[in-house]
């Protein structure tokens, strides 16, 4: 069973008096453990398309499968409940809580669910990502005291703190130095391996398009290009 | 819980200048509120004390009536408008026995209100209020005065004191100074004509409570006041007439001298003048003062007794003997005098809150610019799994720290200013503020009430400030997470 499925997605916007078709009708499924690109320039819609499969944006026409499940009739409430539980987000802009540490940040989501409490299990999994991403001796610092690649790394662990089945992460290198992302690339590619999440990124950087083992590509709003390099 | 608190402090110590413009607002408000309310509660409780325990009584009985009269006689406000003349206590003796049998009754003393003008031939005349008393039961229920010239009036005796500050103001405009000894030509327009009444000034007395009000209060002899407001017998009691006097005392004065009355073909000579009204036996005892008549009783009840308990029980007791009198409170008895004071704290209470709203508004400002603000973090928190109800506990935590830290410094400024302006006392030499305020030395105190009404205060800005930035934050789409920035 897919673990994401677009069903003849379409996504318009109203723009003053014209109608702007971000996304024309694509239909696609991903499979968990994917490292997957949804590739394309600049308006070609896969920042909509990111935003539809992680539930903070709707499709006007057609279907939006999470584990099987179509999202169209879910309420806010629901949405949230399920992007909580299932999604896990890594932002361009790293979008970290400025008055919250490192830790902080990283079990922020775990406070916002239904079993809200920190128990051992969870700290210790707290720990093992800070050791992941590299930041045990950054813990208590507050995102303006750490680099971008600092940050994004909060992110990851942010992200992956929940266990969710996908991870989005829409352009996560575009604000950072060549290096910096590659380290961060690879970081994602290790936890993409080791714990078996997909990984969904939205991007025009040609390195995350090599290493992903299943590539989207969009023009103007459809789909041209949906295929699994060999040997990836 | 736990998170939210973390971040709202967080927020509201990292945005310093913005947490500083409107905790000031809310300290400053609050600062004032609290001062200004606590120097009107000590001012009314002045009032009420210099009141009750030197002029009022904490009851005061009156007969009943539709308009309103104070210990005074008629009610301030309606000072020049309510010519009526104060009604007089009906079956005084059954009043009397019912406020003898008051558990609670520590003394009680009686009184006549009257006002008239001091003669002062050629220089004018000078208003005088007047309380006809029986000095040995009124001075000994209320220690209001200090003699300092000559003495106290003895009961049954003809004469007046009068207030030292009031004979000065007299010398002063009207360049007339009255002496001890000398006589007081008091004169008074009555339901029944002007009267004139002559009494000796026997006592020049200071009050113990500076009461601005009552310096134009002088005590005379009940029956000297009796006369000059005309209460003469039947104000007090019905008196029955025959058909023949009610017919001449229901005539009009067109009457007396119409066509019928001349008589002709006698000789002037013939009449005898000394009979010519007749039997005035009638008129005569409608003419002689009422010694029992009186228009108010002042009632002291013992320390720590409820007088609003004791009021509802003695107008029970007067309703089923069916007297026609009423018990009134300390307020009622003082009339406008302490009446201004509540007026004043409302007119103060009114400005406080038209600021209130102005500040409420300047906070809901700096709120709303702080939500925009913080729109890609609301819309990242939503993003990540914050439902709605989460975003609104974060941004009414914040609002209510805010309010609720500031306003107990507020509370902690305001009691530390009450505390330095009770050590220093405010001087007050204004006539009319000292009447508003109850005392020529102001000095507030600080009370649960104030503390209590400031709390109310603050969580009234807290609660009233999130409601519109909270539904904005609410509205923030987990978009904003990726759109903004």
């Known amino acids: 069973m897919s673990i994401v499925e677009l069903k003849d997605a379409k996504k318009f916007y109203a723009l003053g008096k014209t109608t702007v078709e971000a996304v024309k009708g694509v239909s696609f499924q991903i499979e968990q453990g994917d490292f997957i690109s949804i590739a394309g320039p600049s308006g070609s819609g896969k920042s909509t398309i990111l935003n539809m499969i992680g539930l903070i944006d709707t499709p006007t026409e057609g279907e939006v499968f999470i584990q099987g499940q179509s999202v169209r009739l879910l309420k806010d409430r629901e949405l949230t409940r399920l992007r909580h539980d299932t999604i896990g987000f890594i932002f361009q802009s790293f979008n970290l809580i400025p008055v919250l540490t490192t830790r902080e940040n990283i079990e922020f989501p775990l406070l916002l669910g239904k079993d809200n409490k920190l128990t051992k299990e969870r700290r210790d999994y707290i720990d093992f990502l800070i050791e992941e991403v590299g930041l045990a001796d950054r813990q208590k610092n507050r995102p303006n005291e750490l680099s971008g690649g600092q940050r994004q790394r909060v992110a990851i662990a942010r992200a992956l703190v929940t266990k969710p089945v996908i991870v989005l992460a829409d352009e996560p290198t575009a604000n950072l130095d060549s290096a910096t992302g590659d380290a961060i690339l690879q970081l994602m590619k290790k936890v993409n391996r080791d714990l078996k999440t997909t990984f969904i990124f939205s991007t025009h950087d040609a390195k995350i398009v090599d290493l992903a083992d299943h590539i989207i590509r969009l023009k103007d709003g459809l789909v041209t290009e949906n295929y699994k390099p060999v040997g990836v | ?485």
Not at chain 2, 312 to 340: D, E, I, M, R
């Open chain 2, 1 to 485: 819980m736990g998170t939210i608190l973390k971040i709202a402090v967080r927020n509201l110590t990292q945005h310093k200048v913005k947490t500083l413009i409107v905790g000031a607002l809310i300290t400053v408000g609050i600062t004032l509120t609290f001062i200004g309310n606590s120097l009107f509660e000590s001012a009314t409780q002045g009032v009420k004390k210099s009141f009750s325990e030197n002029f009022t009584g904490e009851v005061m009985i009156q007969a009943k009536s539709d308009k309103k009269f104070s210990l005074f006689g008629f009610d301030e406000v309606a000072f020049g408008g309510n010519d009526d003349p104060t009604p007089v206590i009906q079956k005084y003796d059954q009043v009397l026995k019912v406020v003898r049998a008051l558990p609670q009754l520590s003394s009680f003393t009686t009184q006549v209100a009257g006002f008239g003008f001091i003669n002062l031939d050629p220089n004018g005349q000078a208003f005088s209020l007047l309380f006809g008393i029986e000095p040995e039961s009124y001075f000994n229920t209320f220690h209001s005065v200090r003699i300092l010239e000559g003495r106290m009036l003895k009961n049954g005796e003809i004469g007046i004191m009068m207030s030292r500050k009031r004979l000065n103001q007299i010398a002063k405009d009207n360049k007339v100074t009255i002496k001890l000894g000398d006589e007081v030509l008091l004169n008074a327009f009555s339901s029944r004509g002007p009267k004139i009444r002559s009494v000796p000034l026997v006592g020049i007395y200071e009050y113990l409570v500076p009461t601005q009000a009552l310096e134009v209060v002088s005590f005379v002899d009940v029956q000297t006041l009796r006369a000059l407001d005309a209460m003469t017998v039947g104000t007090k009691d019905q008196v029955s007439v025959d058909a023949a006097t009610q017919s001449v005392l229901d005539a009009s004065a067109d009457d007396f001298f119409g066509a019928q009355t001349v008589t002709k073909g006698k000789s002037a000579a013939n009449v005898d003048l000394n009979n010519i009204l007749g039997d005035k036996s009638v008129r005569n005892a409608l003419q002689t003062i009422d010694s029992g008549a009186w228009h108010n009783i002042l009632v002291r009840l013992k320390a720590g007794s409820d007088a609003t308990a004791t009021i509802g029980a003695l107008n029970a007791s007067f309703s089923a003997q069916q007297l026609p009198v009423k018990a009134v409170g300390w307020k009622a008895a003082a009339g406008t005098t302490a009446a201004l004071t509540d007026v004043a704290q409302i007119i103060f209470n009114i400005v406080i809150i038209i600021l209130a709203v102005v500040a409420v508004i300047i906070i809901i400002n700096t709120l709303v610019i702080s939500v925009m603000e913080r729109t890609s973090e609301i819309g990242t928190m939503r993003a990540l799994g914050a439902q709605k109800p989460f975003i609104r506990r974060l941004f009414v935590a914040e609002t209510l720290l805010l309010a609720g830290f500031f306003g107990l410094v507020g509370i902690v400024l305001g009691s530390l200013g009450v505390a330095g302006i009770n050590l220093v006392g405010i001087k007050i030499d204004n006539d009319f503020l000292q009447i508003l305020f109850g005392s020529a030395n102001l000095k507030p105190h600080l009370s649960v009430n104030q503390i209590g009404l400031a709390l109310v205060y603050t969580l009234f800005i807290g609660m009233v400030s999130w409601i519109y930035p909270v539904s904005i934050a609410l509205k923030v789409s987990p978009l904003k997470a990726i759109s903004t920035e």
